[in-house]
């Protein structure tokens, strides 16, 4: 099947704009399953949204409902996925995450894994799924191109071994928050 992309919009990451912009921006962190959340955070010109899958009953389904909610507005939807690991990593931005902020980084080391599971080869590991991201097989190519650029990934400083070893994590290519 040929791409389609006259007709759908290119994934882009609103939220990256915006920082690159140096504007200053807004959001709020959603804990409930109702997508009705991110449904009004997108009527009110809020910049983003986190959707927390570290603390609390939320999962993929939940996330899922909260980007259909986000869908064509100017929200960029963050998930705060449980662990740094591969399969939340590329689960969150196979669903169309536009951020993942990973809990409990605690070394330059854990980052750069984290960041091979979020880029695609060359820069990554990233496996090719035909999810919501890539709007079921329709998108391929331009979101494989555009993903790397677009995706952000942002590690939580929150253990005292992550403070300790800070410099380590900040020279990581490609950290950018």
Sequence with gaps: MREKDATMRPFTNPLRRKLKAGAETFGLWATMESATVTEVAAELGIDWVCVDMEHGSLGFRDVVDHLRAARGSDLAVIVRVPTASVDTIKRALDLGAHCVLLPLIRSGAELEEAFLHARYPTAGKRGLGHERALRWGLAIESYVAAADAETMVIPVIETK?????????????????
């Design 161 to 177: 071994e992550a403070s300790a070893g800070i410099a380590d994590i900040l020279a990581v290519p490609g950290l950018e928050a």
